[in-house]
């Protein structure tokens, strides 16, 4: 009964006192302390919640001065305590963002300030809010923040990040995008706002943004609700900036902490998202048209570097699956399928299928020298048409399905996918 008597002097005129209440509660909903005991923790972050306690430190936050240390203190235990109930139990995620947390986040975020702890807190707070929560991500596009987030990013498009911790909001920024971009309406949003130009840009101006905004294109043009967006992105002249990426890994120093491989995999989904969305019965055929013949241009350079990427990452599928024969040999593991699967996925096989996909997509569909050059290649390093029908194989037969009982959403999902394994089973016969 604490609790409610506790959170009412949130409210108190005295600001000090709010502050040590925000510190309070801040050590009471600490993970550690909260761990010690989970039916305590528990009975903790109901009376919390069913007090307002969300509600009732947005109210608090209109009379803290920031510019005073301690009330900017008060402000990033509020933060943490929201981090720390949301780790612990996170379905109230929703619940913060309708309590005002959303609205103060995006406010905070926009603020002409100078750089400081507390506006990274509020964006690495947002990240977590709409990371996986769905309600949230529909609420931060209808409430317009979209246009309001690509603004943020714009200023990264001409100035790098002064130090780590700034560096570390710009990223935080592209994730909070990247998790907007799961909901079609944001999609919309993101293209409206013209948000593709801005990514093509960031793309070509080599700063440390140009992770972060290939990594939103690849979340943009994906899946069936990534077809406008492609075709734009295509009649912005966004392939005479994805192809030079395609061919030439830019250096450690320009790739802002991404490796090689994560580098290869954005650059390669992009491309793959691009067959898949530019398509005659999606009314792109002259933007397929346009992308087939980056194959061929430059004597098929963009072959032979295709092949050189089919080459290495079939090399580390091999690894990877020696290494786990070893260990269900050695170690008696007993892995299921769907296990020995996702190690694949993550130690190259998810970049070989787009890579055998774009293979089979430009043989099929493209210059007949084409298919004449994937066929050299192969025979030069003693690959296999075999290997590529079969990696392409596989990746048809583990699209999946969801629940037969599923809901609209997934029905429609189901036909998507079964229409994309006729699709690739189809491409597969002509090579």
């Given at each position: 009964?604490?609790?409610?008597?506790?959170?009412?002097?949130?409210?108190?005129?005295?600001?000090?006192?709010?502050?040590?209440?925000?510190?309070?509660?801040?050590?009471?909903?600490?993970?550690?302390?909260?761990?010690?005991?989970?039916?305590?923790?528990?009975?903790?972050?109901?009376?919390?919640?069913?007090?307002?306690?969300?509600?009732?430190?947005?109210a608090s936050f209109d009379r803290l001065n920031e510019a005073v240390k301690e009330e900017a203190d008060g402000v990033h235990n509020a933060m943490s305590i929201v981090e720390n109930?949301?780790?612990?139990?996170?379905?109230?995620?929703?619940?913060?963002?309708?309590?005002?947390?959303?609205?103060?986040?995006?406010?905070?975020?926009?603020?002409?300030?100078?750089?400081?702890?507390?506006?990274?807190?509020?964006?690495?707070?947002?990240?977590?809010?709409?990371?996986?929560?769905?309600?949230?991500?529909?609420?931060?596009?209808?409430?317009?923040?979209?246009?309001?987030?690509?603004?943020?990013?714009?200023?990264?498009?001409?100035?790098?990040?002064?130090?780590?911790?700034?560096?570390?909001?710009?990223?935080?920024?592209?994730?909070?995008?990247?998790?907007?971009?799961?909901?079609?309406?944001?999609?919309?949003?993101?293209?409206?706002?013209?948000?593709?130009?801005?990514?093509?840009?960031?793309?070509?101006?080599?700063?440390?943004?140009?992770?972060?905004?290939?990594?939103?294109?690849?979340?943009?043009?994906?899946?069936?609700?990534?077809?406008?967006?492609?075709?734009?992105?295509?009649?912005?002249?966004?392939?005479?900036?994805?192809?030079?990426l395609y061919m030439k890994t830019p250096k450690k120093t320009k790739r802002a902490g991404v490796s090689i491989d994560e580098h290869e995999e954005h650059v390669v989904s992009i491309?793959?998202?691009?067959?898949?969305?530019?398509?005659?019965?999606?009314?792109?055929?002259?933007?397929?048209?346009?992308?087939?013949?980056?194959?061929?241009?430059?004597d098929h350079e963009k072959v032979d570097r295709l092949m050189e990427m089919h080459q290495k990452y079939s090399a580390k599928v091999d690894l990877a699956d020696t290494r786990i024969?070893?260990?269900?040999?050695?170690?008696?593991?007993?892995?299921?399928?769907?296990?020995?699967?996702?190690?694949?996925?993550?130690?190259?096989?998810?970049?070989?299928?787009?890579?055998?996909?774009?293979?089979?997509?430009?043989?099929?569909?493209?210059?007949?020298?084409?298919?004449?050059?994937?066929?050299?290649?192969?025979?030069?390093?003693?690959?296999?048409?075999?290997?590529?029908?079969?990696?392409?194989?596989?990746?048809?037969?583990?699209?999946?399905?969801?629940?037969?009982?599923?809901?609209?959403?997934?029905?429609?999902?189901?036909?998507?996918?079964?229409?994309?394994?006729?699709?690739?089973?189809?491409?597969?016969?002509?090579?």
């Amino acid at each position: 009964n604490c609790v409610p008597s506790m959170l009412g002097l949130l409210t108190h005129d005295n600001t000090d006192i709010a502050v040590a209440i925000l510190d309070l509660i801040q050590e009471l909903t600490d993970v550690d302390t909260m761990n010690e005991s989970e039916e305590g923790a528990d009975s903790l972050i109901q009376a919390l919640v069913d007090n307002q306690v969300f509600a009732l430190m947005i109210a608090s936050f209109d009379r803290l001065n920031e510019a005073v240390k301690e009330e900017a203190d008060g402000v990033h235990n509020a933060m943490s305590i929201v981090e720390n109930i949301v780790e612990v139990r996170p379905s109230v995620a929703k619940d913060v963002a309708e309590a005002g947390f959303m609205n103060w986040l995006i406010k905070k975020l926009k603020e002409k300030v100078a750089f400081d702890a507390n506006k990274l807190y509020a964006s690495e707070i947002l990240s977590i809010l709409l990371q996986n929560e769905v309600a949230n991500r529909r609420m931060f596009g209808e409430m317009g923040a979209i246009d309001s987030l690509l603004q943020q990013l714009a200023y990264y498009k001409r100035h790098d990040p002064n130090q780590q911790e700034e560096f570390e909001l710009m990223e935080n920024l592209f994730n909070c995008m990247c998790s907007l971009l799961a909901e079609k309406e944001n999609r919309d949003r993101f293209l409206q706002g013209e948000g593709l130009q801005l990514m093509n840009l960031m793309l070509r101006e080599k700063k440390k943004s140009r992770s972060g905004a290939l990594r939103v294109l690849d979340h943009a043009l994906s899946g069936s609700d990534g077809v406008q967006n492609c075709c734009k992105f295509v009649d912005i002249l966004g392939l005479r900036t994805i192809f030079p990426l395609y061919m030439k890994t830019p250096k450690k120093t320009k790739r802002a902490g991404v490796s090689i491989d994560e580098h290869e995999e954005h650059v390669v989904s992009i491309i793959a998202s691009l067959f898949k969305n530019c398509t005659a019965g999606n009314g792109a055929l002259k933007q397929r048209e346009r992308l087939l013949a980056k194959f061929t241009e430059n004597d098929h350079e963009k072959v032979d570097r295709l092949m050189e990427m089919h080459q290495k990452y079939s090399a580390k599928v091999d690894l990877a699956d020696t290494r786990i024969e070893k260990e269900r040999r050695t170690l008696g593991d007993e892995l299921s399928d769907d296990e020995i699967y996702i190690r694949r996925l993550q130690e190259g096989l998810f970049v070989l299928q787009f890579v055998d996909y774009i293979i089979l997509e430009i043989c099929a569909c493209g210059a007949s020298t084409v298919k004449q050059r994937v066929l050299q290649m192969l025979n030069l390093r003693g690959g296999s048409l075999k290997t590529v029908r079969d990696v392409v194989r596989e990746y048809a037969g583990n699209l999946g399905e969801s629940a037969e009982d599923g809901n609209e959403e997934e029905s429609s999902q189901n036909n998507e996918k079964l229409l994309e394994q006729e699709y690739l089973h189809s491409l597969i016969d002509k090579f």
